[in-house]
């Protein structure tokens, strides 16, 4: 039979245990030891659901308190001077590197995140220094291999890749990647020594870059890295994982080099069974098949996984039956929902389920009368139709667009000075993302409604009493441009969600983003409309309490549609629209409600961003930016539309962004060194925009010092006329004791700044 083999799983608990326990150790509640105590009993508990499942070939080092890359970091003894210099001991440290810290011993900043790929994952970016050794330091990875062992469960270590960790890396000397290829592989080798002396059979390298865009110098530099690395495995076996799509710049560099297995993801590679088919696959290696999709949860449809499967069997003589990539992405169980009933629920696999979807293919795959197996019949008819609704009145209506639909008018510049007049803002406005905190009181209301222990009417009541109290507190700040808090919202795609039909909610089917941040994301489950309007007696109440404008606060259509679980029997182009029609219609109600500033959130845009470049247009760009246009096109010259956007790269696709044809955008900058800027001045960019001058994932306070210094570096590439200024991201996890405090130098670095250039 077909071996079973997974690439992750999901680490933070069925109940967000790992979170809590985390959370209460940075306050204090727990101590490291109970901390790291918890987390092993965590581990065990899913290397056994795992070895009960079924499956033959059990990751372990796929666990982090809070991201893999960072704790290869650590491993490899990538610390900055700056975090070694805390003396702090090495859990501190790497929360420190995470989290940035600020105590009587050091003030610092984390490093940057970025998304994990095309994943709502974000992972910490390492920095190496010249003077860095990248030797191995830690003992993680072996720690938890022979944890695993000594519960008898002999598990296949997961480290990252060690090209992945090169290219991934940003070097803030005079060296490069290239300077550290054969550092990196001596440590790698001493790796493998050291897993080989405790027992191990496999070893999973990931290596997800090789799916990008490669150069010549890239491949060079990888075969260079492994042919070191292979050359010391001895007995081993080393599994060179992929994912994400398919390694067509390399496929044959990496089929002639002598890993004793493969991983290619068959699910998001489009020409992955093109290449096995045209080039064939080695008889001394096993090919892991990514059959089992890790980042969506509906259920496998096994007549098609077969057929591929019959088409690698041909050309592979070694399989095995995995995912398409670590199920880090999925919830845990679709058994523990209470909010999705048996015949919608029979629909869906989180990462438990895809165990036993696993170990199901791998059986009917070794049946010679399959069409028989009662597994199979069962799931050929679940799959015989979707199950899942269509609305005629969407369908046409998104079918009676038309080109102008997607164009405002008149002109951005045109626009500009009908706002300017309109709203009468200081140059340099002071504002920020959307959300303030989530405090005890904001959420003990949420919790009292949902259990019945107040009516509907005092729930309301005490969300105006938070309003009030944000409204209040911001004009004391000093802000130019308010917001209402947000209180009213769980989630900024889960709130918008749950008021527009076409999705379908969880309790528990909790998904990590970043660290100790879980989203819950919604699923797609048929067409989608906006029945009746959502934020619009919210924001009138705000705006009624000032005569500063309060920006309505909506979120976009694709990052509604980027951070939900989406349909497969309709295209993601047609959910989009969809979607945008929805949220086009709040647009305008808002306008008519007397809202003078609209921010339509689109934090993941880049998420689905292809990985190649010569598929973002055709497969994503070409509908996902009109799809945006949709929402606002519509909106009077005189209503300023602000966009958001946060952790991504968007350097490239800089001049799509300004295409959106928004008034203002805000962007994460801070924790990437403003590196953004370069990209605005250098495309002519017409938006206004913000970048974030201080980082709201860290608990750290900015100095007004620090914020004068970030603005004036901002000052350099955008011109005064068209800078707003802003926090990272939306408030929302932080507390009142560091956003009064950051909020307050924020406003008086602005004004500073003001008198300076003379406005």
Known sequence: MLNTSIIGYPRIGGNRELKFWTESYFKGGISADELLTNAKQLRYAQWKKQQTSGIDIIPSGDFSFYDGILDAAALLGAVPSRYRELGLGELDTCFAMAKGYQSGSGDVKALSMRKWFNTNYHYIVPEIEDDTALSVVGSKPFDEFDEAKSQGILTKPVIAGAFTFLKLAKFTGKKSAADYAGRIADAYGEILARFAKSGAEWIQFDEPVLVTDLTKDDIAMFTQVYTAILGKKGTLKILLQTYFGDIRDCYRDVVNLPFDGIGLDFVEGRETAALVSRHGFPDDKTLFAGVVNGKNIWRNDYAKTLK?????????????????????????????????????????????????????????????????????????????????????????????????????????????????????????????????????????????????????????????????????????????????????????????????????????????????????????????????????????????????????????????????????????????????????????????????????????????????????????????????????????????????????????????????????????????????????????????????????????????????????????????????????????????????????NLVAAARAVRGKIGT
Not at 697 to 717: D, Y
């Open 308 to 744: 591929i499967l019959a088409g690698v069997r041909d050309k592979a003589k070694s399989v095995a039956v995995s995912t398409s990539c670590s199920l880090l992405h999925v919830p845990y169980s679709v058994s523990v929902e209470t909010r999705l009933n048996a015949e919608v629920s029979k629909r869906f696999a989180f990462a438990e389920e895809k165990l036993g979807e696993l170990v199901e293919i791998a059986k009917i795959a070794d049946d010679e009368n399959y069409s028989a197996n009662p597994a199979f019949v069962a799931n050929a008819a679940l799959h015989a139709g979707s199950g899942q609704n269509s609305d005629p009145a969407v369908q046409k209506r998104v079918s009676a667009l038309t080109a102008g639909d997607y164009a405002r008018l008149p002109a951005r510049p045109i626009r500009a000075e009908a706002q300017k007049a309109a709203l009468n803002l200081p140059p340099l406005p002071t504002t920020t993302i959307g959300s303030f905190p989530q405090t005890a009181r904001v959420r003990q209301n949420r919790a009292n409604f949902k259990s019945g222990k107040i009516t509907y009417e005092e729930y309301q009541a005490n969300l105006r009493g938070f309003f009030a109290e944000c409204v209040k507190l911001q004009e004391e700040i000093g802000l130019d441009l308010l917001v209402h808090g947000e209180f009213e919202r769980n989630d900024m795609v889960e709130f918008f969600g749950e008021n527009l039909s076409g999705f379908l909610f969880t309790k528990l089917a909790w998904v990590q983003s970043y660290g100790t941040r879980c989203v819950k994301p919604p699923i797609v489950f048929s067409d989608v409309k906006r029945a009746s309007p959502i934020t619009v007696e919210v924001s009138r109440y705000a705006q009624s309490l000032t005569e500063k404008p309060v920006k309505g606060m909506l979120t976009g259509p694709i990052t509604i549609l980027n951070w939900s679980f989406p349909r497969e029997d309709i295209s993601a182009k047609e959910t989009a629209t969809q979607i945008a029609l929805a949220i086009r219609d709040e647009v305008l109600d808002l306008e008519a409600a007397g809202i003078r500033v609209i921010q339509i959130d689109e934090a993941a845009l880049r998420e689905k961003l292809p990985l190649r470049k010569s598929d973002r247009h055709s497969e994503y760009l070409d509908w996902a930016i009109p799809a945006f246009r949709l929402t606002h096109s519509g909106a009077k010259p005189e209503t300023q539309i602000h966009t958001h956007m946060c952790y991504s790269e968007f350097q490239d696709i800089i001049r799509e962004i300004d295409g959106m044809d928004a008034d203002v955008i805000s962007f994460e900058a801070s924790r990437s060194s403003l590196a953004i800027l370069g990209a605005i001045k250098a495309s002519g960019f017409e938006t206004a925009t913000g970048p974030g001058v201080y980082d709201i994932h860290s608990p750290r306070v900015p100095s007004e010092r620090e914020i004068t210094e970030a603005l004036n570096a901002i000052l350099q590439s955008v011109k005064p006329d068209k800078l707003w200024v802003n926090p990272d991201c939306g408030l929302k996890t932080r507390g009142n004791e560091e956003t009064v405090p950051s909020l307050k």
